[in-house]
């Protein structure tokens, strides 16, 4: 069973471009979390989505950014017209739906850095 | 929504010696999860230890213990015989089953093993 995949690992972006970020979440897993880390600093979280439908977006600015988790294929994180201020790195996390017995954590990609020029 | 602070930005510790990082949570609720997390340089997230509220008994993984404190609602990860490779970032997460499975992460403590 693969981890959360995430890619691209590494994504330059000039500004005013827009930027994807794709999520391939563990199989069994429909919850995915979107956070995104400035240099040291912390996980600030962006978004929650559970298959095709946003369950908590109140860390996500409302310009710009938007996130989807379809029936069929990866999250994706979008942010249109990018700016310096976006350069992050941005984590993506999954976990199953709490119940007895089973893995209550949740697993996280590697990351993509975005690098706004 | 839960907070979960942890109030040591930066710890250090002598090789081979015993730090505890520390950790507090405000909830309302009986039944969550607490992690720890840490994140090396490489900054994949790697999960250290979990603890059920439920369960009474702290958990333990190898060099890795928890103080579960419920009523004080206090989570603090102790690192023993501490190594090199434990010099990374820790976070401390809280997860409810009641408001939709969110976690919520502390800020971060970074610990500094000295040779």
């Known amino acids: 069973n693969a981890g959360v995949m995430q890619n691209p690992r590494h994504l330059v972006r000039r500004r005013g471009q827009e930027a994807r970020l794709r999520c391939s979440p563990m199989?069994?897993?429909?919850?995915v979390y979107w956070y995104r880390q400035l240099p040291e600093e912390g996980l600030k979280f962006m978004v929650y989505?559970?298959?095709?439908?946003?369950?908590?977006e109140s860390g996500m600015p409302k310009e710009r950014f938007s996130a989807e988790f379809p029936k069929e294929g990866p999250s994706i994180l979008r942010i249109q017209q990018v700016v310096r201020g976006d350069s992050a790195a941005y984590f993506c996390?999954?976990?199953?739906?709490?119940?007895?017995?089973?893995?209550?954590?949740?697993?996280f990609g590697q990351g993509t850095r975005l690098t706004v020029v | 929504a839960q907070t979960v602070t942890q109030s040591q930005p930066e710890m250090s510790v002598q090789e081979a010696e015993t730090v505890t990082l520390s950790c507090t949570y405000d909830?309302?609720?009986?039944?969550?999860?607490l992690f720890w997390y840490k994140q090396p340089p490489s900054r994949q997230m790697i999960l250290v230890i979990r603890?059920?509220?439920?369960?009474?008994q702290n958990a333990t993984e190898n060099r890795f213990s928890v103080n579960f404190q419920k009523a004080a609602k206090s989570f603090s990860l102790k690192i023993s015989d501490s190594q090199l490779g434990d010099a990374a970032m820790y976070f401390c997460?809280?997860?409810?089953?009641?408001?939709?499975?969110?976690?919520?992460f502390g800020t971060g403590t970074s610990l500094t093993v000295i040779p």
């Open positions: 996390a999954s976990s199953p739906r709490l119940g007895y017995g089973m893995n209550t954590e949740a697993f």
């Open positions: 199989k069994g897993h429909s919850h």
């Open positions: 989505l559970q298959k095709e439908n946003i369950i908590d």
């Open positions: 909830t309302s609720e009986s039944d969550y999860y």
């Open positions: 603890q059920e509220a439920y369960k009474q």
């Open positions: 997460a809280y997860r409810s089953p009641n408001t939709g499975n969110q976690f919520y």
